[in-house]
């Protein structure tokens, strides 16, 4: 990728539905370079913009769940759990014999479903362990391995601040069925938005702004790290002493290699998806960069070695 591409990437991480021409302007192009660009790089599968729900503002909890299965059935489980709407960063890790990933239960009757019920219960499933996510320190849209354009471009492209009300909200089904057509494509135009809603376009536009500014719909770009350089993935679980793991997880937010990072239940107190660039790399990070925080009392490193599904879900 040359300058171009990174830079219309960083754009995109920063606010996925920005329109072309202001991208452009930022990036110094025309516009239909920017144009041109984007589609070869979403008809190549690099990259798309998908509009989340933020779960918290529906009164939904995140869990992380790890499962450990025979050789034979971590790649069907991992397809399994990745169908599932409730599912998003659906890995195989550790040699083909465990799957990881992010669960959205809608409170506390679900959470009870899904884990006594709902997860894979075979006898090629060994073990089962799933930990509430308590608190964030880098979410996916926040990685910086991606950064690329200078600050005073950054702060040209970044979207309205979120004013978010307290308390969950309730969707109707207009907004569903906008929320489904924005998870296909983030930046789809408002005359696609208003056939899947069959409201007009321009409450079509009213909509989404307030959802947005709400703090309801997150846009988050969905890049594979190996596009980027980045060729080399895990999952860490660490755990750090009571008194300092909140200390922990903001020296991670610091780290460019961390593309995500939280705040967990569980025998370890903090999971992160580590993003290098080659094995050498994450050797150096886990050796150096990792180890030299001295409130780490032990960690576990678990290679990815597929990624079935990466951003997500769609519960609504």
Same mark, same amino acid.
């Given at each position: 990728?040359?300058?171009? *591409?990174r830079g ?17 302007? &930022? %990036? ?67 040699? #083909? !014999?465990?799957?990881?990933? !992010? ?19 075979t006898s ?8 509430? $996510?308590?608190? #964030? ?8 391995? %991606? ?18 009300? *307290? ?7 207009? *907004? ?34 307030? $959802? ?33 793991? &909140? ?19 569980g025998p ?5 998806? $580590?993003?290098?660039? *080659? ?7 886990? !050796? ?29």
């Amino acid at each position: 990728m040359d300058s171009v *591409d990174r830079g219309l990437i960083h754009a995109l991480q920063i606010d996925g539905p920005a329109p072309f021409r202001t991208i452009a302007e &930022v %990036l110094g192009v025309s516009e239909n370079t920017v144009a041109r660009r984007y589609r070869r790089l979403r008809g190549q599968g690099s990259l798309r913009v998908v509009g989340l729900v933020n779960g918290g503002r529906l009164g939904h909890v995140q869990w992380t769940v790890r499962l450990r299965c025979t050789p034979d059935a971590a790649a069907a489980v991992a397809q399994a759990l990745a169908a599932r709407d409730d599912t998003s960063f659906v890995y195989l890790l550790s040699g #083909g !014999t465990e799957v990881s990933c !992010t669960v959205r239960t809608r409170g506390p009757q679900e959470q009870d479903a899904l884990l006594l019920d709902k997860l894979p219960r075979t006898s090629r499933v060994v073990s089962v362990t799933a930990h509430l $996510l308590l608190r #964030g320190f880098v979410l996916p849209g926040g990685w910086q391995g %991606l950064a690329w354009l200078s600050p005073e471009q950054v702060d040209r492209l970044r979207p309205p601040p979120v004013v978010a009300e *307290d308390g969950p909200l309730d969707l109707d089904d207009g *907004d569903k069925a906008l929320l489904r057509a924005l998870y296909r494509d983030g930046r789809a135009p408002y005359a696609e938005l208003a056939a899947a809603t069959g409201w007009s376009e321009t409450t079509v536009k009213r909509r989404v702004q307030a $959802l947005r500014s709400g703090g309801v719909v997150d846009y988050q770009l969905d890049l594979p790290p190996a596009v980027a350089g980045f060729g080399t993935e895990a999952r860490l679980w660490i755990a750090a002493r009571p008194s300092s793991v &909140v200390a922990v997880g903001e020296a991670l937010a610091r780290h460019p290699e961390i593309a995500f990072a939280a705040l967990t239940t569980g025998p370890t107190n903090l999971v992160a998806a $580590l993003n290098c660039r *080659d094995p050498l790399h994450l050797s150096r990070y886990l !050796t150096e960069r990792l180890a030299s925080i001295e409130d780490v009392t032990s960690m576990e490193t678990a290679p990815i070695i597929r990624t079935v599904k990466r951003a997500g879900p769609l519960l609504l």
